[in-house]
């Protein structure tokens, strides 16, 4: 066998563990009873110290340096291999010791969160989470030191591969520039336009499952390769040939659900999409996060909080609840998704102030990984930083710093993927519609099929043959920019 | 670290990797759609292939020969090495080609049997039967030179350890001569006490399934390790600090799904009852498949179809459903749930008669092991059998030698465990008796916890620490028998 294809051997069996180990994870936030804890904590470490140990054997490194000696000339093979390189490079940069320690600094820590949170007690878990970005810096700075960037740079490529600081500057400091205005502008549109109809529940839970369904099935979600189910932070979780979503319901709104689910069948379409001659190869798998966070806004914000869905989708949502009045007009509907609103709240943010939370973060952690910032400044920092980008003061660190699990779980680098998908998503969606005219009107009938046919092709389908980067100029002819976003952000709020 | 701590160690790792794969098994019986299951094949290889890794490392093995030479004092330590090696030796004992050439068959041969066994069509399937008989007679001669036992006791090893052919003689004989008289005795019996009544249904679902639940916790069942969920073939699976049972329910008949729940709770009670400081450790283990099917039966057969627990029982079941009339008393229900029927299928046998259809795979298994038999003689061989046995010819293969997946799935020396468990639920359910009194009065107030505290400490919590005969010998004062199932049978089929 020769070094390349003994190596498509090892990472399918690596990439099998992995699909193992993401059906364990799914198991338990939607299924495990709470007395299964402590068991499935020992599968899962058992699941990473394997698959760790296999992409550690020094067996591994021999195969990947022969390989690279006599590259394979077919562009995906090799595109293959460079993947390789990059899942080895992150796997044996980082002593076994530091993972560990950041491993269970980050449980211990997280823990602590979970109680000082609810009580707005930044004191309390501070300590702890000084600990844990002392580690992460340890791990920044080892593996830039690998990986010829900067230490920062280095935690956003386990996300993001190859995106450097400069690059999310240029967008970001754009966006800082535009939003305050737009804001203010989008706002007075909104007041100028007076108050949406609220529909009004009860809304029962299996007619709003059942509407998820159907609606889920409407963007091409196949329910013979996936499943949609409760969980108490909705997410996309599984396999790319058994894909699975979930939501939570509430009986007085179910709007909120439906969008998120919405949200939840873009991640999973894109799953779905993955190259299939490449399952369980690293090429074969998502890009990074910003990809990923593009295809559910492109579902969620671009398409299904617009007027286009909506005339379709509104007669459909009053159907399910049998309403009726007003509130479920299209307009009005569309109207009730597309509020804004200047909050204190990342997760509960719309689309036009989302991006001055994930800005506020990404500016932080840059800080704080740098050394130019400590964890005893975060609240403060934190504050002047809500005053500069939206221009209100969280009352207690409860709904201000210590919102977010990600810092106390050691997750730093991660905040920028959620903004750059906003920008991908308006990006794609703008060139989709530009290359074909039937994505629009196919929306307008609940027909996904045309948007989902050009995005697996020019998204889903690549994997990570190329950089997002790459995928973004073949497929719109230009790298990650603001243009697309912002115009859609015009045409949406101040029309 | 001594040898063996960090055999220990290595196989704490093989255990959680163990439960991994056992919470995949049960998403592939419950959860998955079925769009998953060329993925979900591929993640359970990979698993087997790990685990089979770690147990073929010639590290491990020396290890076992250092641990062996200076072996531990602790009594505990001592049987988990000993269960250690027994692991080992069943894992190196078989080449890997041969591993993979059987599995690969006895897929393609259950594949075959699925279509085959609706038809009756045995010629279909018996050159592909013939196929997998070869490779595991070429198994059981390979592990029966290296555990220096006979070829089908090197099979019955892998689900009853040290079980010998001369021991379930004794006992399958006995019951041969006993069961046909018995079995005429008993069915005149219930013949001259005339039908009894049956509840007439639908029997509203989802109250089926909060009265099983409501029973499994009478039982013990703690749902905070564990749950009930539905699939085609009820089974228990899970680990023991998460132990999962199914089953089906149907609209006409609540009994058959409850009996079914109730038995799968007996092997769920054993699993949650198994030596919580020896959890994924050798000795931690259920012993074998005899002691774990005593169990099911124990709780279902020895209990739960009797007159006390019907005292108790049948008007629970009748509140749950809103019954009304005599076909709910509790001495009604005790006869319909201690029904006796010459039938051919062995899952839908009752107790009296469910041995006749063991004894006949025993004695089929072993000639076709031996090489007294071959396949082509098996449908002739089967009827024979069930001719002498029951008295009764099954008028097509589809009922008679296509039944049971078992050998299309490449597993002999597994069917007698079935009647061993029923021998022994009845021999620990009369020393469990005689040992407390109040295990008898509690069942009658629906309360297990004297009869779960006594197998708690005298089987579930032995683990693996004995043979099945010392485990019983120690909980009963005497090796697996076939008195005490006599005399259950006798008190309540001649009563």
Not at 22 to 30: E, K, R, T
């Amino acid at each position: 066998m020769n070094p390349y294809t003994e190596l498509e051997t090892r990472f399918r069996r690596i990439g099998a563990l992995e699909e193992a180990e993401g059906i364990l994870h799914w198991d338990m936030s939607v299924i495990m009873p709470k007395g299964g804890a402590e068991s499935r904590a020992e599968q899962l470490a058992a699941m990473k110290l394997t698959i760790h140990g296999l992409l550690t054997d020094p067996s591994l490194a021999s195969l990947l340096d022969a390989a690279e000696d006599s590259p394979p000339s077919d562009g995906w093979q090799a595109a293959n291999l460079r993947e390789m390189r990059r899942r080895w490079r992150h796997a044996n940069a980082v002593e076994g010791d530091l993972v560990e320690a950041l491993s269970k600094a980050s449980s211990r820590c997280e823990m602590i969160w979970r109680e000082a949170r609810p009580k707005g007690n930044f004191a309390a878990v501070s300590e702890s989470l000084a600990e844990v970005l002392d580690l992460v810096r340890q791990k920044a700075q080892t593996k830039a030191s690998i990986l010829g960037v900067a230490p920062y740079e280095a935690l956003l490529d386990q996300f993001e591969p190859e995106t450097r600081i400069a690059d999310i500057d240029h967008l970001f400091d754009d966006l800082a520039e535009f939003l305050p205005d737009f804001l203010d502008n989008a706002l007075a549109h909104q007041t100028a336009a007076g108050d949406p109809l609220l529909p009004q529940g009860p809304f029962d839970l299996e007619a709003q499952r059942s509407l998820a369904a159907k609606l889920m099935e409407h963007v091409g979600f196949d329910f013979d390769h996936g499943r949609l189910d409760i969980s108490l932070h909705p997410f996309c979780g599984g396999v790319p040939d058994d894909v699975r979503i979930t939501t939570r319901y509430e009986e007085d709104d179910f709007a909120q659900s439906l969008m998120g689910v919405l949200h939840e069948t873009g991640h999973a379409m894109y799953e779905r999409g993955l190259p299939a001659d490449w399952r369980l190869q690293p090429v074969g798998q998502a890009r990074g996060m910003a990809l990923h966070e593009s295809q559910s806004l492109l579902v969620e914000m671009q398409v299904c909080r617009g007027i286009e869905f909506l005339t379709f989708a509104a007669p459909v949502m009053q159907a399910a609840f049998g309403g009726t009045g007003a509130a479920w007009s299209p307009e009005n509907m569309q109207r009730l998704q597309a509020r804004v609103e200047r909050g204190f709240i990342r997760v509960d943010a719309d689309e036009v102030t989302y991006p001055a939370h994930v800005i506020l973060r990404y500016r932080l952690e840059r800080a704080l990984i740098a050394g130019d910032m400590e964890i005893v400044d975060l609240p403060s920092a934190w504050n002047d930083g809500m005053k500069e980008l939206l221009g209100i003061v969280p009352e207690s660190d409860r709904v201000g710093c210590l919102q977010d699990i990600h810092w106390f779980d050691g997750a730093f680098g991660y905040f920028p993927t959620y903004t750059m998908g906003a920008l991908a998503a308006a990006q794609i969606f703008q060139a989709a519609c530009a290359a074909d005219g039937s994505i629009k009107a196919g929306i307008s009938d609940g027909d996904f099929a045309p948007l989902m046919s050009w995005l697996r092709v020019n998204i889903h389908g690549k994997g990570s043959f190329g950089t997002t980067d790459e995928i973004l100029i073949e497929a719109t002819g230009a790298p990650l920019g603001t243009k697309a976003f912002k115009s859609h952000l015009k045409a949406r709020y101040l029309n």
